[in-house]
């Protein structure tokens, strides 16, 4: 449990979910301090699956109201191991209907939380930030999907209507795993789609943004960005005020997942 000076209190509990036969676990974090049901956020890790920036990511959000589960991705034993991870992010990254499945088992733990009331959105970061943009691209009905300094590339691409949750995407301008002509491409996918998009460019901003711990020159193309995390965090807090606030009362699906409905 942390308390901080705001008065929020923040509890993690580890919770056990499976997609098929793999064993996951993820973990809810909430403030304890707010009564009442609230909106829900899947928080999908970066490349190096459930880390402390993950967790703290999660604690964030969470002492904004919401109810945030951080998933897993990879299973039990992954994160540390670099060749492991290295094959999970390859086996993901080329299989998008399993990263999908993947991402939509998370949402299932998720919407088993009481706290929650039925309004759900994910976020995430780097890999998981295109997990976020993937499980929009594949119609999933939430509330919105928002990815930071994620990767917007992918063999699956959205379908005219298909894209149903309104996005959000912060990208780093000078993001070299991630450059511009990836940008230009989402733009002219999610315009042909007719998707609800915005899209906010850093500038001087690398790879990685809102890693704190990052160490400097440690990884080519990766830096921490104070302005561009504190910026990208207050666009991310509106966007999520906004989306939920459009939402009326939610229909929850048994044993599966939320679908909600646009205010008319």
């Known amino acids: 449990m942390i308390s901080d000076h705001s008065g929020t209190t923040i509890t993690a ?36 699956g459930l880390d402390e920036h993950a967790r703290e990511q999660a604690r964030r959000y969470a002492a904004l109201g919401y109810a945030v589960f951080a998933c897993d991705m990879f299973g ?21 209907p399993l990263m999908v499945r993947r991402a939509r088992a998370g949402l299932a733990a998720l919407s088993r939380c009481s706290d929650i009331d039925g309004r ?20 999933e009905p939430m509330a ?29 301008a000078l993001d070299p795993h991630v450059p511009l002509s990836d940008v230009t491409a989402f733009a002219e996918e999610m315009n042909g789609a007719g998707a609800d998009w915005q899209l906010i460019m850093f500038g001087g901003a690398l790879h990685g943004f ?3 711990g990052a160490a400097p020159g440690a990884v080519p193309g990766v830096a921490y960005d104070p302005a561009a995390d504190r910026r990208s965090f207050a666009a991310t807090r509106a966007f999520l005020a906004d989306i939920f606030a459009d939402l009326r009362a939610p229909l929850l699906i048994p044993g599966r997942g939320i679908r909600t409905e646009r205010r008319p």
């Open 120 to 139: 759900v959105a994910a976020i995430g970061f780097c890999f998981g930030g295109m997990v976020a943009l993937a499980l929009a691209r594949f119609g």
């Open 76 to 96: 039990a034993g992954v994160t540390g191991d670099r060749d492991r991870i290295v094959d999970c992010l390859r086996t993901l990254r080329d299989n998008p």
């Open 210 to 212: 809102t890693h704190s």
């Open 13 to 48: 509990a580890d919770w056990p979910y499976s997609d098929l036969d793999t064993p996951l676990t993820g973990v809810l974090y909430r403030d304890e301090s707010l009564p009442g049901a609230r909106p829900g956020l899947l928080l999908v890790h970066g490349g190096a």
């Open 144 to 172: 919105g999907a928002v990815s930071i300094h994620g990767s917007l590339g992918t063999g699956e691409r959205g379908r005219p209507g298909a894209v149903r949750a309104r996005l959000l995407v912060c990208h780093g």
